[in-house]
Antibody
Framework: EVQLMESGGGLVQPGGSLRLSCVASGFTFRSYWMHWVRQAPGKGLVWVARINSDGSSTSYADSVKGRFTISRDNAKNTLYLNMNSLTAGDTAVYYC????????????WGQGTLLTVSS | QSALTQPRSVSGSPGQSVTISCTGPSSDVGGYGFVSWYQQHPGKAPKLIIYDVNRRPSGVPDRFSGSTSGNTASLTISGLQAEDDADYYCCSYTNRDTLIFGGGTTLTVL
């Protein structure tokens, strides 16, 4: 069974940093591209970032470019999102999701982890 | 980049059909056949229901169907059931190697 489990969310002060993790199981993690998608409370889904299967290529939404870094450790079946210079606008549930080709659909999603940026 | 345009809400009675539209620029919805649709119930993760415009993952009922015309993609749900009451999001791959979502549509089954 494919499973994605996010962790690392919590309360952070504006300007702070945090790292989210997403542990994958039930499939060959190193063969899949991975994405982060976020959802602010009561709002819609917003794409954040993606990484290819070996970690050599990444892409970011303009709103997080230069502040967030997506990475992966295929030996640990884990996806990461390092977040710096956080603002209240980054408050959201963060989901990891997998795709099996560059333009493919997000076919499995984790349950999400909540990041709250507040003083 | 602005989200793809979806109606904020639609509604229908059990057994009826509803269609949710998703409009974007030709570089996104109109330029690729890579439009997907997601269903999200409150407090739950999104679930893929349509991909590559009109393909259904295993286990998704054939009551759900997708199509495109020009720069608009559409999701049609026929034979509405109570469990279809949820939020629906379209998503398109873009020519900038990114993804873009629609703003979301709340479907109310009356």
């Amino acid at each position: 069974e494919v499973q994605l489990m996010e962790s690392g969310g919590g309360l952070v002060q504006p300007g702070g940093s945090l790292r989210l993790s997403c542990v994958a199981s039930g499939f060959t993690f190193r063969s899949y591209w991975m994405h982060w998608v976020r959802q602010a409370p009561g709002k819609g889904l917003v794409w954040v970032a993606r990484i290819n299967s070996d970690g050599s290529s990444t892409s970011y939404a303009d709103s997080v470019k230069g502040r967030f870094t997506i990475s992966r450790d295929n030996a640990k079946n884990t996806l990461y999102l390092n977040m710096n210079s956080l603002t209240a606008g980054d408050t959201a549930v963060y989901y990891c999701a997998r795709i099996d080709y560059a333009s493919g659909p997000l076919d499995y999603w984790g349950q999400g982890t909540l990041l709250t940026v507040s003083s | 980049q602005s989200a793809l345009t979806q109606p904020r809400s639609v509604s229908g009675s059990p057994g009826q059909s509803v269609t949710i539209s998703c409009t974007g620029p030709s570089s996104d919805v109109g330029g690729y056949g890579f439009v997907s649709w997601y269903q999200q119930h409150p407090g739950k993760a999104p679930k893929l229901i349509i991909y590559d415009v009109n393909r259904r993952p295993s286990g998704v009922p054939d009551r759900f169907s997708g199509s495109t015309s020009g720069n608009t993609a559409s999701l049609t749900i026929s034979g509405l059931q109570a469990e279809d009451d949820a939020d629906y999001y379209c998503c398109s791959y873009t020519n900038r190697d990114t993804l873009i979502f629609g703003g979301g549509t709340t479907l109310t089954v009356l």
